[in-house]
């Protein structure tokens, strides 16, 4: 009998600042699912993200978003590689090749935001609208540059498009159900991976800073984000349900077969996150920023935001 996770080890689930830690926990469940899984492909483009979010990427300048994060992808990384495991656990067993491409994935999907070194006005967030594409053209250059096999580049090309808001799954032409799959898993990852965020709520004032920098969007205000945001829960219940398939339901079966315990710790947190939405937004729009506590981040957004109106 496996021993039930800790409340540390809950928090611990989604404390994804350091990328080599995230590296260790996303290998160790990788040999669970193939022993002798060959990691090269995927550890190169690991650690080649991680410079090119840092500004160690040659050509390119640091990527300066500050909700689509370099902590953002490892919160989606990390959970696609357990989603990828609870989907192998399951009974649907992926091959090594299918690993790669879904760790590769996480990893690209929102590449698009890095800019050239040259070309670096704004903070990136002006390509909201085009970074799924942008990112698709990286993968696309990286994949033949560093001569790993054509069929990754397009396979993932279908697989980074789910992750677009703009795309509808189901309206994507896949050359197979496969790479539906694998699309699936990763765009899955993407919406549970952030909500689950144990400062998604904060962040919320970083994708607004965002979302008004790149003129997109129906927000008036943060305070209008935070109360509209439970209309988009409830428009990624029904996506994760219907367009998605219900897979992210399969991370219980990852944490059943890790922890013993048949439970999705994601679903949870993110339940938490809403809750707790739920009662901010029912108090006056004075008391909203004080109930955010976390990382500093409503310090933070606050003196970007008194800059961009000084500006």
Same mark, same amino acid.
């Given at each position: 009998m496996k021993?039930?996770?800790?409340?540390?080890?809950?928090?611990?689930?989604?404390?994804?600042? *350091?990328?080599?830690?995230?590296?260790?926990?996303?290998?160790?469940?990788?040999?669970?699912?193939? $022993? *002798? %899984?060959?990691?090269?492909?995927?550890?190169s483009t690991f650690d080649d993200v991680v410079r090119l979010f840092r500004g160690e990427y040659p050509g390119y300048c640091q990527i300066k978003t500050l909700y689509? *994060?370099?902590?953002?992808?490892?919160?989606?990384?990390?959970?696609?590689?357990?989603?990828?495991?609870?989907?192998?656990?399951?009974? @649907?067993?992926?091959?090594?090749?299918?690993?790669?491409?879904?760790?590769?994935?996480?990893?690209?999907?929102?590449?698009?935001?890095?800019?050239?070194?040259?070309?670096?006005?704004?903070t990136g967030a002006q390509f909201t609208l085009s970074h799924v594409g942008r990112g698709i053209k990286f993968m696309q250059s990286y994949i033949a540059d560093?001569?790993?096999?054509?069929?990754?580049?397009?396979?993932?090309?279908?697989?980074?498009?789910? @992750?677009? $808001?703009?795309?509808?799954?189901?309206?994507?032409?896949? $050359? *197979?159900?496969?790479?539906h799959l694998l699309g699936q898993i990763v765009s899955s990852a993407d919406l549970t991976g952030q909500m689950a965020d144990r400062t998604y709520l904060e962040k919320l004032l970083f994708l607004y800073l965002e979302f008004e920098e790149a003129n997109f969007g129906n927000y008036d205000s943060i305070h209008d984000m935070l109360s509209? @945001?439970?209309?988009? %829960?409830?428009?990624?219940?029904?996506?994760?349900?219907k367009d998605l398939g219900g897979i992210n339901k399969k991370l219980a079966f990852h944490f059943k077969d890790f922890y013993g315990v048949e439970k999705n710790y994601y679903l949870d947190a993110i339940e938490k996150n809403i809750a707790y939405l739920t009662l901010i937004t029912k108090q006056s729009e004075e008391k909203h920023l004080a109930m955010l506590k976390r990382g500093g981040i409503v310090e933070q957004s606050g003196i970007l935001l008194a800059q961009r109106k000084h500006n």
């Open positions: 021993n039930a996770p800790s409340s540390s080890d809950i928090k611990n689930l989604f404390a994804n600042g *350091d990328p080599k830690e995230v590296w260790l926990k996303a290998s160790d469940i990788i040999k669970l699912i193939s $022993p *002798d %899984y060959d990691f090269t492909i995927a550890q689509h *994060d370099l902590h953002h992808t490892m919160d989606v990384f990390l959970c696609a590689v357990r989603l990828m495991h609870g989907v192998h656990v399951s009974g @649907t067993r992926l091959t090594d090749m299918e690993l790669t491409m879904i760790m590769m994935g996480a990893l690209f999907h929102d590449i698009g935001y890095a800019q050239r070194i040259g070309w670096e006005m704004g560093h001569g790993f096999p054509p069929s990754l580049a397009s396979s993932l090309k279908f697989i980074i498009r789910c @992750t677009d $808001p703009a795309e509808s799954v189901p309206d994507i032409d896949f $050359p *197979d159900e496969r790479t509209k @945001t439970h209309a988009f %829960y409830d428009k990624i219940r029904m996506k994760l349900e």
